[in-house]
């Protein structure tokens, strides 16, 4: 079989589950639908990138569909998120379905739209169309505002409205970029459809009209960088990632933000190859990312809610990774693997917030005390990620949080170097401080709002824990060679360099 | 009618939009701004792409002309509110800042196309107008309604830069991005419901339980 059908079955898998999650009544085979089609997702997943990583270029289906080091390194991080997002979601829902929190149409509608997300993100970034890749993001969008309000409260559509209008609103910004960037490339040789295609963009990038290029870029960052969260264009992010429930939580911060980020970098390999390097682009990424770690810090220190907390911390870090790739250099890859780090660790982090909010009936972080002797799992879950989430060795985000230290001082951006240590030093005391008290301090004697999750510690939630901790552990003390290259290429890419 | 007056229409059309106050009156010039538009690519396309210009006319018609005033009138008599009442910023103010929203659009149009953007220079000046009117509208408006209109007119906008300022998309790209715009409007339209039901109004600036 050709390598363009896996793209269509990639594409095709989640509308399918959609589907039929549409005709299912029970919840139980509604959980089965989408636990299924996660699985066969990531198969088809697996196929797509295994030749990428492995060494191969890229693979192209009839000029549209596109897969590099870039994407395919991305596809991979959406699709391992997706996978434990929905193996997750089946405890997190069981229980609420149990206790009745959640009807069973309710559930129905989130198997529809969580598949829907996830054909979105894929075209995102399989797209070689840049046209086809905005209709991608805004449909992610759409897609994803009701999973916001899946329990039907006044502060999730709230939530809700904010997201809805910000992002559509943005990522309409970033569709007047798209249009201007192809203006760029007016009069210049190519044959009327490939106009969008982003292979051809880059192929004549020296010849485009680059005031135009620029113009079409600041769109697009304004645009895209809404939807990534970063600062000061992140208002909507904090209420969403709070209000969503947790597996949603962790499908958005693990990886919808990088969905947008991932938008970003396709067009800085743009400018990066018409300007000759000159760091353009760069520099604004860089400025951005300063912006939005310094935010996250002022938010994160005087932070109750543990959700919101970790919401910011995703502000902070995709901060952290727009700096990197605005570093240049080794802060490129020292950025993507950034991603990586961030989705997995953040996702965690997610997964045992949202249980223990459940367990607590609360995600205030004055009454979340002692989740290591109420519930060792999810304690372990929570507690080990804030380590990692605020960069404790050997943990891999802070080896590649060093790295950025390097590609600072290498570049002599010593001032971007201060605000990032000053801004990660002080997120380290604040967060730490907040995940002692949770993990430690004297538990309350209240009822907790669902009694069955907190006896029932399954073998499915300790594998979560578990896997993904020492994955990061690993990953930080060694790091394989195919990664190393796959990520080295990815960076060539974003630099402009291939 | 020629190409010059369809733009000057849609100046026009935003700057009612700007001091108008009933909420039922204004989903109408939406409308009727979204009629005109949908001419545009009988206009400017080529006349080897006419079948699919006629398509494109129709299909722009049916959506922004028939299907979005319908939705958004429905919405706002469930809603049960007529007029934006205390806008953020008002009338004559809001009125007087579009002018100034103008001549920005006259400017930067006038750069544009000195670098050779656009078929001609008044195009980029209704596109650019329109886009800072629906932002404007969703930043001094308090109804939730009148930012859906915002985001529609900023649409619109977007909708004649890409016929007027860039030349050939790819009809696939059209279509989804039209079916993009078509599913973001009837989602606000059902979440206005949802938010008229839970909180009995629909002013935006009372959504301010999440803080900090």
Redesign the interface.
Known sequence: MSVGYYFWILMGLPMVGAGVCALLRAPRSVLTVLIGAAAAETVVGAFLVKDIFAGAQDSVAWGWFYLDALSAYHLAILLLIYLLSTVYAAGYFRHELEAGVIRPGQFRRFGILWCGAVAAMALVIISN?I??M??GM??T??MT??LI?VH?T??S??????Y??MC??GV?CA??GT??A??AA??LPLA??D??LWTQLRAVATQM?L??LKLAFLFLLVGYGTKAGLAPLHNWL??AH??APAPVSALFSGFMLNTALYCILRYVAIIEVATGGAGWSLHLLQFFGLISIVVATA?IL???DVK?LLAYHSVEHLGIISLGVGLGGIGVFAALFHVFNHSLCKTLAFFSAGRIGQIYGTHSMAHIRGTLKAHPVWGIGLFGSFLALIGVAPFALFMSELQIVFAAMDGRAYLALALFLAGTGAIFVGALKHAMAMAWGEPEHSAPALAAPASAAGITDTILVAGSLLVLLAVGLWMPEWYRSLLLRAAHIVEGKL | MGLDTLFVFLVLTSIVLLGSSLLNSSIRVVALQGAVLSFLPLLVMEPTWAGRAVFLAALTMGIKGIVFPVLLLRSLREANVRREMQPLVGYSLSLALGIALLVLAFWLAGRLHGIGVGISALSLTAAFFMMFTGLFLIIARRKALTQVLGFLTLENGIYAFGLTGVGHIHWLVELGVLLDVFVAVFIMGIAIDHISREFDHINVDELDQLKG
Request: proline share 4%.
């Open positions: 169309n046209g086809a905005w209709i805004e449909a969008t759409l505002a009701f309000c039907r006044a502060a559509l709230e939530a809700m409205w904010k809805l209008l559509s609103v309409a569709f007047m249009l201007l192809v203006a007016r009069g009327g459809s106009v969008m009209n005031p135009l904090p209420d709070s209000q938010f005087f932070q109750e919101r």
